[in-house]
């Protein structure tokens, strides 16, 4: 019984729509699986649906982009409400950042005499999410580059000409704004973010879990994260942060996490939702 906590669909910047996404995690026996798209959280709805089909078992959640000590450092929440108000009016921030981002990319792009149309990257990315793998791709689509790895080096990596920020939101803020839509705030990939030093401060301002178990961790690393977050009492998850087919195959499969570990988040979600007097007051009205 396994789990697979960070996957990407086409709301955001994967390539595999829902639909597509479930199969494959039917098709891998995976009992759990959590969709985790950039700044948005509206394919759960059809996940939902999708892995209701496929006898999957589905956790609504989102991937935001937040900031501590000048580092950028990735959330995940899990578990959220995802009609939740106040989070979707935030997210829809997110998205417009995101949105005037590629036209500024896009821009610059066209400074160094590449006549990429900002519209082929807003067609070819088809979502209000989009990222910068979609310029790479319209890039490469469009014979301006030879490869997504080429794109990124040339052009969108931080320090590069067409390198723009993205909406980046405190750790704290993107802790509490998680809460409040009843969530678990998770850091992801600790082992590319770099600032372990942190970690005990964000402990402090509420950070519930660590992703311990990620596709650029070694098993080594996992380990060392596992004992981390077991010193901090912080819940351990992981996944494969697949984006869909890249280099001729995907992420999913290639991490498989206890299911033991979901059964914590969902204890810790409960617990949580018991001290807001959530359960409380759904159970009164039944
Ligand atoms: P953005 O959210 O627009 O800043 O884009 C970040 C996403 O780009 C990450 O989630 C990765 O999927 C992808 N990415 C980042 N760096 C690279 C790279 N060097 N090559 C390919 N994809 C990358
Ligand atoms: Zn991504
Ligand atoms: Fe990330
Ligand atoms: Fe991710």
Redesign the pocket.
Known sequence: MFADLHL?TNF???TYSPEELAGHAHRLEFKAIALT??DTVEGCARMTVACQQNGVEFIPAV?LTAEHNGHEIHVLGYYLDTANPVLLTRLAECQQVRQDRIRHMVARINDLGIPLAVQDVFELANCRSP?R?HVARALWQREFCGSIDEAFDRFLKKGKPAWAPKLKMSTQEAIDLIHQAGGLAVMAHPGLTRADELIPELATQGLDGLECFHTKHTPTVAENYKALATRLNLLITGGS?C?GIAKGKPLIGTIKVPYSYVEKLKTRVTERALDRGLLLASNSSR
């Open positions: 990407h955001s910047d994967g798209d950039h991937e990222g793998p942060d984006h």
